[in-house]
């Protein structure tokens, strides 16, 4: 199985690589649109900021090729985010691909960045097979997307929010599964064999 993580200006990639190769998949890391489009499963990661990252995609022209997959993706932190419509960092529209709107933590109470452990509720769809429910996840954002029609997971962090989303071949997790223990490496297991 052809598994392509796209580069892209945004770290954590190394991290993703190594959680897949300890279920026996050596991906390929390319920023190129012919390797991403022939894969078997796309993984979408990230961790930095929204506009910037957003620059760099539509200078490569990234944000065409992810929009156009047809091919199981999975968007991780930064990629969820920038799978949304609309992003308060940076006043960014993203890309569109989920009908979410993406907000800046209420600072009121609140520790901002949400940094640590939570746990992820409500969890719909084969990405979750065998993943129990209130399952403890690592966190690290000082956004979210909101609760709508593509949410199959939820988190609360003073707010509910979308921790998982789903439309299509597309999915998306706002924590790190690749950080996440057993059960964050069983999410990512799913999304290889169950989906």
Not at 58 to 77: A, F, H, M, W, Y
Not at 144 to 152: C, D
Not at 170 to 191: M, R, T, W
Request: net charge negative.
């Amino acid at each position: 199985m052809k598994v392509a993580i796209i580069k892209y200006n945004a770290g954590n990639i190394r991290s993703v690589s190594f959680s897949l190769e300890r279920i026996g998949i050596t991906p390929i890391i390319t920023d190129d649109a012919s390797e991403i489009c022939s894969a078997d499963k796309v993984i979408f990661p990230g961790v930095g900021e929204a506009s910037s990252a957003m620059e760099y995609l539509k200078n490569r022209k990234l944000d065409e090729v992810i929009k156009s997959l047809t091919q199981p993706v999975l968007g991780i932190c930064l990629g969820m985010q920038l799978m949304c419509k609309h992003s308060e960092e940076g006043d960014t529209d993203c890309l569109g691909i989920f009908n979410e709107q993406v907000k800046l933590f209420p600072s009121k109470g609140l520790k901002v960045p949400q940094m640590g452990w939570n746990n992820i509720c409500n969890l719909k769809t084969p990405l979750f097979n065998n993943v129990p429910e209130n399952a403890y996840m690592y966190f690290v954002h000082s956004y979210y997307v909101e609760l709508g029609n593509e949410t199959i997971g939820t988190t609360n962090y003073g707010v509910d929010y979308s921790s998982a989303l789903n439309k299509n071949n597309f999915y998306a997790v706002q924590y790190h599964p690749e950080k996440s223990s057993d059960e964050g490496q069983l999410i990512l297991q799913n999304f290889i064999e169950k989906i």
